[in-house]
């Protein structure tokens, strides 16, 4: 994967082990890069005193067209939704001039001691609203 200047965004081709007997990229692989991308995205943040800890809820993935082997994909995150208690981020994934596909996530905060579901610290807030989309 090779990173762009801006964290989040990500630009890749295609490789062999991630397309099935068609040359078709497999499903799996869509939501694998879409949560690395995330992870460079989320790696820029400020930190942040007690932070909580976040689990994904949901992941949804739409293809428009599949990718092939070899061909070029842009990887972009941006924030989708901000809850009191979760963040929603939305990665495009295009080629060319061509949306293939989006990879929603949905994160929800929990407290680190019990797990019980927790408020989206102030300051990460306030970082999310720059890349809302």
């Known amino acids: 994967m090779s990173q762009s200047k801006r964290p989040g965004v ?3 081709h295609v490789p062999f082990r991630d397309v099935d007997m068609n040359g078709r990229m497999f ?4 939501i694998s890069y879409a949560e690395s991308v995330i992870a460079s995205f989320w790696s820029a943040r400020p930190e942040v005193e007690d ?3 976040y689990n994904a809820s949901k992941i949804t993935c739409v293809l428009h067209r599949p990718l ?10 941006a924030v ?4 009191v208690r979760s963040i929603g981020f939305l990665v495009s994934i295009d080629t060319g001039e061509e949306r293939a596909a989006e990879v929603e996530i949905i994160w929800q905060a929990r ?3 019990d797990q019980q579901p927790a408020s989206l610290p102030e300051e990460t807030r306030d ?3 720059r890349f809302l989309d």
């Open 80 to 83: 989708d939704k901000i809850g």
């Open 111 to 113: 407290s680190g001691e």
């Open 127 to 129: 970082w999310l609203y």
């Open 68 to 77: 092939h082997y070899d061909e070029p994909a842009l990887f972009t995150a």
């Open 10 to 12: 990500t630009e890749i």
């Open 51 to 53: 932070e909580p800890i």
């Open 27 to 30: 499903l799996a692989s869509y």
